[in-house]
């Protein structure tokens, strides 16, 4: 078992690291803002896919927490999605897979990891 995990999140826990593996990901670093069960706080994005992302932040989390993520996105506002924590690494992040939000905002997020990975192959 991983450590903290039940067995429910645990198995989220390993098919998010599937959808790691599938999915294409790219390095970033954006505000994020989400609400959850204790509070409004604020952390940064530093890995996107189009299935979950993973948070630095100091603040903590409950696997299987869901929690309403807002995403800046350079010159283009906010991106609004549903989320749910898999994981948390204590005093680094955490780590979510996006669960249903609008067409339209899964759509603008397609767009924003497909920019910022031809940002970064444009490196």
């Known amino acids: 078992m991983v450590y903290g995990l039940g067995h429910a999140a645990e ?3 390993f098919n998010m690291m599937d959808d790691k593996r599938k999915a ?5 670093s954006l505000k994020a803002t989400w609400e959850g ?3 409004i706080l604020e952390g940064e994005i530093i890995d996107l896919s189009k299935t979950g992302c993973f948070i630095l932040t100091n603040d903590k989390v409950t696997p299987g927490e869901l929690i309403r993520l807002e995403i800046e996105q350079p010159r283009s506002g ?3 999605l549903w989320a749910e924590v898999i994981y948390q690494m ?3 992040g955490f780590g ?3 669960t249903s939000s609008e067409e339209s905002e ?3 997020l ?10 970064e192959r444009e490196k």
């Open 37 to 39: 069960v204790r509070a």
């Open 106 to 108: 899964m759509k603008r």
């Open 96 to 98: 979510v897979h996006f």
């Open 11 to 13: 198995n989220r826990f």
């Open 24 to 28: 294409n990901r790219a390095k970033v």
């Open 78 to 80: 906010y991106l609004s």
């Open 90 to 92: 204590p005093e680094i």
């Open 110 to 119: 397609e767009w924003l990891v497909k920019a910022e990975l031809f940002r």
